[in-house]
């Protein structure tokens, strides 16, 4: 043909991966003769692109990474051969499905940017560049966590339940198509690829029969039969075997044996997967919500069972049984035990935030760090069985000092539990070992009145951009008040879904100019919301992306205040819009024409939302935040990865 045949492998270094899960399990890794062009053709034919990089191919198209210029973010780009594009039928029904994937807009699915036809006459769609590595790779690995499986496939049945809501149906569920990002979730690929490849055996000549199947080994009995009345029940069917082959390390064939009878899977799972596993799809879970209700169940019944047998089997020795609870799910870790907290113990970053490494470590003769993710009040409970040791209570600034000087000495900067705890009846402080609460340290309270929330861009196209010109989203805050303000400490929680994103302004660390944490009085200002750890422009920035689709915000003062909070979410935030909010603070209305860093229009009509402090009676609690100095905020119980504990008292100096 003229050219060099050979595309290398992307190289680690890439550290990316093709959204659609490298393309080739789809069609069973069915060669062509079609040549994908060089990553260095491209650009000429994607205007609006640069920097094309080679991932993959597969037996219906190749995927690169590139850089879309208007926005600078990575993307892949999975262009198919020309001949698909020269059959009309396949151009409809490629660009109906493309419409379609495209407003499959959630955490656990790749999300579609564009699609089109270039120059060359290759169709192609451009999509989420996901930086992490796939489930496959994982495995390859060793066997993952029981925790990590059963949150995995938790997340990848929210996302089944949400596109067969939109009626799309996978088609082709497996561990290449699952990837996780780099922070752990589960984002599932290819949705739609299947039934493309399906109606491309009449826009090309070639031989392509595994097509309509999926990937065999994980296809439903109906698929390989390629029944014309599949729906949504062979994905949960392949869901079932993904399940299987990550508890077992094989693929259920012929009569399989029930998961613990191969490995060491609990019992109580066996049942979930079995069902899933059926050959009729009446037999199966009719839903995938279903599947991960059963799910949740199993892991609730693993925590109670697990901590049955450690009180009754310990109640009064040190802990030696610890139950991380994490996105829901639990498992057994031995490794909080008094003989780690009585001898000395290296402290450095390595140390602590190793994967395979202790759950706790000394700080000192008095205080200790426990790594586990838990909310305060499941921590308390585990420290209470738990001899010799209590929820920390501090005392004197010493204390604090010293604490907080080993926290950074590890790298810890993230906020952790101390034994503080508001109580519910007075609102009242006071520390859980009941000592007396005889010294404060608290981050300071909002200035009356407060710095609040105005306007909200969550999907920011064309409004607002920075140096760079990337369009980040952002929240408009304004002082409405007499005299200058310091936002130093104030704190942005997102909520979507399962998920909370959240970020706290200034810090030791933080790189923001002194002079920009001052907003001016009348002043309104402008916060970024974008995934980086560097300021754009100097100016002020929490290090998380909104998310568009559903959200919600709890907007805090230092101390921990809530001064306004949306409770219920907004959906399909639309692009290029933003949501204003009236001079009380309260009430918000959707705005066609975005005005950052101005004074919003006047309200034309109330869209339903209600802005304001918290009315809801979530038990609060005391965070310790190394980052600014060890000082105190008060915040909802949620989970969090660390917890401070010391030394209980002994003797007539105890205090209970």
């Not at 920097?51 to 879309?68: E, K, P």
């Not at 039928?89 to 495209?102: S, T």
């Not at 029944?227 to 399989?256: K, N």
């Not at 309260?586 to 009509?605: D, I, L, R, V």
Request: charged share 25%; with cysteine; aromatic share 8%.
């Amino acid at each position: 043909m003229g050219r060099k045949p050979a595309h290398k492998k992307p190289t680690a270094t890439l550290n990316g991966l093709n959204p659609l899960g490298l393309l080739d399990g789809v069609l069973g890794g069915q060669a062509t003769d079609w040549e994908p062009p060089m990553a260095e053709e491209l650009e000429p034919l994607f205007p609006g692109y640069h920097d094309f990089q080679f991932i993959d191919r597969g037996g219906m198209g190749a995927v690169y990474a590139a850089t879309q210029k208007s926005l600078e973010r990575r993307v892949a780009i999975k262009i198919l051969p020309p001949e698909m594009g020269q059959d009309m039928a396949f151009v409809d029904r490629f660009h109906q499905e493309a419409r379609l994937l495209a407003r499959l807009q959630h955490p656990h699915i790749v999300a579609v940017y564009d699609f089109g036809r270039n120059a060359s006459g290759h169709l192609f769609i451009v999509m989420e560049y996901v930086e992490g590595t796939s489930l496959l790779d994982v495995m390859k690995q060793g066997q993952m966590p029981l925790s990590k499986v059963l949150e995995v496939i938790t997340q990848v049945c929210e996302a089944l339940q949400f596109a067969h809501d939109h009626g799309v149906i996978h088609r082709d569920i497996k561990p290449t198509n699952i990837l996780l990002d780099v922070w752990g979730r589960a984002r599932v690929a290819d949705f739609g690829l299947a039934k493309l490849a399906a109606s491309s055996q009449h826009a090309t000549t070639q031989s392509r029969s595994g097509m309509v199947m999926g990937t065999p080994g994980y296809a439903a009995p109906e698929q390989r039969r390629a029944e014309a009345d599949l729906d949504h029940r062979a994905d949960i069917f392949s869901v079932g075997v993904t399940l299987y082959e990550l508890l077992t390390g094989h693929l259920p064939v012929g009569v399989f044996e029930p998961p613990s009878k191969k490995s060491e899977a609990p019992v109580v799972l066996d049942k979930v997967v079995t069902r899933a596993l059926r050959e009729r799809p009446a037999d199966r879970y009719q839903r995938a919500s279903d599947m991960r209700q059963a799910l949740a169940k199993v892991a609730e019944q693993m925590e109670r069972s697990v901590m049955h047998r450690a009180i009754a089997k310990r109640p009064m020795v040190s802990m030696m049984t610890s139950v991380i609870v994490g996105a829901g799910f639990i498992y057994l870790l031995d490794a909080l035990n008094n003989e780690l907290l009585l001898k000395p113990q290296p402290v450095s970053a390595t140390y602590v935030d190793s994967e395979h490494g202790p759950t706790v470590v000394r700080l000192n003769d008095q205080f200790s760090l426990v790594r586990l993710k838990l909310s305060w009040e499941e921590a308390r409970r585990r420290i209470q069985v738990t001899s010799g040791v209590e929820m920390a209570s501090f005392h004197s600034q010493k204390e604090v000092d010293e604490v907080t000087e080993k926290l950074r000495e590890m790298g810890v900067n993230s906020p952790v539990w101390t034994g503080g705890k508001v109580e519910p009846e007075t609102g009242r402080v006071s520390w859980d070992d009941g000592s007396a609460f005889d010294f404060e340290a608290w981050m300071p309270r909002a200035e009356t009145p407060p710095l609040r929330i105005t306007e909200i861009q969550a999907k920011n196209r064309t409004t607002l951009k920075d140096a760079q010109g990337n369009t980040p989203d952002w929240i408009e805050v304004h002082n409405s008040g007499s005299k200058p303000m310091n936002i130093t400490g104030w704190h942005l929680r997102h909520l979507t879904g399962r998920y909370a994103f959240e970020g706290r302004l200034g810090g030791v660390r933080s790189q923001i100019p002194t002079d920009n944490l001052v907003i001016q009085p009348g002043e309104y200002k402008v916060i970024y919301c974008i995934e980086s750890e560097t300021p754009q422009d100097g100016g002020l920035m929490f290090g998380f992306q909104l998310e568009a689709q559903v959200g919600r915000l709890r907007w805090c003062d230092p101390y921990g205040q809530v001064i306004q909070s949306i409770e219920t979410d907004w959906e399909l935030f639309p692009a290029d819009g933003s949501l204003v909010c009236d001079a009380e603070g309260q009430n918000w209305a959707w705005a066609t024409k975005p005005t950052p860093g101005a004074e919003n229009p006047p309200f034309e009509e109330n869209q339903g939302f209600h802005s304001g402090p918290s009315t809801s009676s979530t038990p609060m609690a005391v965070l310790l935040l190394p980052d600014f100095d060890g000082r105190w905020t008060l915040d909802v119980q949620r989970r969090t990865a660390w917890s401070l504990i010391r030394r209980a008292p002994t003797g007539p100096a105890a205090r209970r």
